[in-house]
């Protein structure tokens, strides 16, 4: 393996979903002989983790940020993340030999912020890795597929055959996108309350007064909650009996991933990311998206056969063990840089 200089930007002081990847990514590149930067993210949490794998990190919020990064850091290759990324690394590199790869990690096309194009900079990308297929089939330009990896937890011999409560978690943002409603609904319409059983939602955004109000609406206070953030999801994921996510457009879906790495059994809308995480699993695993009673039928399959729930945790969990792998991940990106930066060079 050859090490690299590489730099990680994203505009940004946030520590969500794309930000957490970066934070994984880097630190994996860092074990693995590279020598990394990371520009953007929340410093606090990025440094966390980063500063032990010898990563640096560079405060980065604005796209004036990130090019400044770019021009001061001696980099083989820059590997940006998100459009105010993308552009700003694309200009920073202007004049020099450094390849710029972009991880596309939502499926659609960039969005223009403003009145200028970003086009022409943008032109001065070489390279553009998919988180998923949905992704690189959304983006309408040409891709390679890298699925992220998450680190191992345990083998799936070790699950256990009956969950310890009869519980179902729900992990993601309360933003409208997320389609959070179709879960409480979905639980409501499946009668699992009346059972004993319970809805965790963890997560904070700005939909959560709408389901505080959706779960007075429907009689189901007393098993339904909205916990908020919450810094023991791990135990809240091998703890619980199901994990329930309802967003019809995510990119992959990093809390199925870390469900499924947890041995959890998940249930998820079947479109976008998703359809690579549990295709082929369980015909139950994947319901309509939007599809409320759907939703509930699912949910109602699984609370009610705890042998089948196993079977579909302990294959989720192998897939993730196999397939979504941090070596897997490094390994496909890996290959990406290569040839960008002979391109490059060239």
Request: hydrophobic letters at 45%.
């Amino acid at each position: 393996m050859t090490p690299w200089r590489i730099l990680h930007t994203v505009a940004s002081d946030r520590f969500a979903g794309v930000e957490q990847f970066v934070r994984r990514l880097a630190a994996a590149q860092a074990e693995h002989g590279h020598q990394v930067t990371v520009a953007g993210g929340a410093p606090e949490q990025m440094r966390a983790t980063l500063e032990r794998a010898g990563v640096r990190v560079i405060p980065a919020l604005t796209a004036l940020d990130v090019m400044r990064a770019v021009r001061r850091t001696a980099a083989d290759v820059v590997n940006s993340h998100m459009t105010t990324a993308d552009a700003a690394s694309a200009i920073g590199l202007l004049g020099r030999r450094t390849a710029l790869v972009s991880t596309r990690h939502f499926a659609g096309r960039r969005a223009h912020a403003g009145p200028l194009s970003i086009d022409p900079f943008l032109r001065r990308v070489d390279a553009e890795i998919a988180v998923s297929r949905a992704v690189a089939a959304a983006t309408g330009v040409a891709s390679t597929v890298v699925h992220p990896g998450l680190p191992a937890t345990k083998a799936p011999a070790d699950l256990p055959r009956h969950p310890v409560a009869r519980r179902i978690v729900m992990v993601q943002r309360l933003q409208p996108e997320k389609h959070t409603a179709v879960g409480v609904r979905a639980f409501a319409a499946s009668g699992l309350a009346d059972d004993g059983w319970g809805l965790l939602i963890v997560g904070e955004g700005p939909d959560r007064p709408e389901l505080e109000t959706l779960i007075a609406d429907l009689g189901i206070g007393e098993s339904a909650s909205l916990l908020g953030f919450r810094n023991d999801v791990p135990e809240l994921l091998t703890s619980s009996s199901l994990l329930l996510a309802t967003c019809p457009v995510e990119g992959l879906g990093l809390a199925v991933l870390e469900a499924m790495t947890h041995g959890l059994a998940p249930i998820a809308a079947g479109a976008a990311g998703h359809l690579d995480l549990l295709e082929g699993l369980d015909d139950r695993a994947l319901f309509r998206p939007d599809d409320v009673g759907d939703a509930a039928a699912a949910l109602r399959a699984f609370a009610d056969d705890p042998e089948r729930r196993l079977r579909l945790a302990t294959a989720a969990q192998e897939r993730a063990l196999t397939v979504f792998t941090m070596q897997r991940q490094v390994a496909g990106t890996d290959a990406v840089y290569r040839d960008a930066i002979a391109r490059r060079r060239a």
